[in-house]
């Protein structure tokens, strides 16, 4: 057994630890405490934060190609047609260039923080660069379409794609309805039976993200009825529910504490409220958001509707980098009411929860993995979370040890 000794301690599930110590064997935490035991080994990290390593909840491995490849926009529907034209430029997912995309951007995760992630896929291209890294996570099947005559068989296309995967404890797969403006009313159906039907997993859909979702979605018309029709996926038997995407996912039965809702930019006080009557996670990317057009996400109102928040940095087409960190400062400069702690916790344990992984990743607590964080931190700091959520960039980060991980249960 070996006791890490820090200036800092932040186990996320309690209140930091000033010059605290985590006990390691076999890579689980034995303990965490801040007395001095003589006849304990000790290995003294010096003037550092140990923390929970990051959970990214939302991001597209499989788009990493494109990082600084799709022009920001000023209209949501804008920044879509740009990353469909350029991945139109390559059609093989198993091109060199994709593929050398996956794993440049697996190894920033990894180096900018991040221990899991949820991973959306429209190929299933990332599943074996994940097995070979030391990141854990749910894969995304994300099913995209609008117009089709046998939703169901669609969804056991996909069930049988994911099934087809080898298996692995680490990196486990599910499905994702990509938005209601792109998924058909009987495809949601469909995930959601197939979803009931594997009990372990959750699912993910992009929710409330753009002005331009919640007009389709309350007249049936604007910018993604115009887009649609272009792209020969309009259904002319579609009829607009005439409420919010939220109602319109909840009414159908598909929200509940196994959803990751992405975005919510557009959420009202009673969407925000219904998701928190389902537990419902929502999973934010506000440097993303600004990106694309879609707006700065109400983060503060989140919070406050006791909905659970998760973060995400969404894909390098919509966003500079991978730094989980950097997404912890967006969100503060967004919310500086809400408690560094709060947003701590929804880039650890909230995540981590929300993907299925708590019992071994999102905090330090007796028995889970080892997988632990050591982030430089001035002298003289006395808020050590709320130095995590100001910025913190790669030159800054370690992984504590290399002791080989006891398997996961």
């Known amino acids: 057994m070996t006791r ?96 050398d995309g996956v794993r440049a951007g697996i190894d920033e995760a990894v180096r900018t923080g991040t221990a899991v992630v949820g991973d959306i896929s429209n190929t ?9 890294s030391p990141l854990a996570g749910v894969l995304f099947n994300e099913l995209i379409r609008f117009n089709t005559a046998d939703p169901y068989g669609l969804v056991d296309q996909a069930c049988q794609q994911i099934d ?75 009829v607009a529910p005439g409420v919010s995407p939220v109602r319109y996912l909840d009414d159908a039965g ?7 809702a992405v975005h919510g930019v557009q959420m009202t006080p009673d969407d925000l409220a219904r998701l928190a009557a389902r537990g419902t996670t929502l999973v934010t990317c506000p440097r993303s958001n ?22 995400g940095t969404d894909s390098l087409a919509s966003t500079p980098d991978l730094n989980l960190f950097a997404e912890l400062a967006a969100l503060r400069a967004l919310a500086p009411e809400v408690p560094a702690s ?15 992984f708590e019992t071994d990743y999102g905090s330090i607590e007796s028995g889970k993995q080892a997988r632990l964080l050591a982030v430089t931190v001035p002298a003289g700091v006395t808020d050590v979370e709320e130095y995590l959520v100001s910025g913190i960039d790669a030159g800054q980060l370690s992984w504590v040890g290399d002791e080989p991980a006891a398997p996961l249960r």
């Open 4 to 99: 890490y000794r820090a200036a800092w301690v932040v186990p996320v599930a309690g209140r930091p630890i000033r010059d605290g110590w985590v006990a390691v064997e076999r890579g689980r935490i034995v303990a965490t405490g801040r007395d001095h035991d003589p006849s304990t080994a000790e290995l003294d990290l010096g003037d550092v934060a140990v923390l929970p390593g990051l959970v990214n909840a939302h991001t597209h491995l499989e788009l990493s190609y494109l990082r600084a490849q799709v022009p920001a926009a000023d209209a949501f529907v804008a920044w879509v047609r740009g990353v469909m034209a350029a991945r139109r430029q390559r059609p093989d997912p198993l091109a060199a260039e994709i593929l």
């Open 290 to 311: 600004a990106y694309t057009g879609a707006g700065n996400p109400p983060v503060a109102s989140f919070y406050a509707a006791g909905v659970p928040v998760a973060v």
């Open 254 to 260: 598909f929200l509940d504490s196994r959803v990751l």
């Open 124 to 132: 299933l291209v990332t599943h074996g660069p994940l097995l070979e």
């Open 164 to 238: 087809a995967l080898p298996v692995s404890p680490r990196i486990r797969p599910s499905l994702a309805a990509h938005a209601p403006y792109s998924v058909a009313p009987l495809v949601f159906r469909a995930i959601r039976s197939a979803v009931d039907r594997r009990p372990f997993v959750p699912c993910s859909v992009h929710l409330a993200e753009s002005r331009e979702e919640s007009e389709f979605l309350l007249h049936g018309g604007g910018p993604w009825r115009e887009f649609l029709e272009q792209v020969g996926s309009w259904d002319p038997a579609f």
């Open 342 to 356: 709060r947003l701590i916790e929804s880039a650890t344990l909230a995540g981590a929860r929300a993907l299925g």
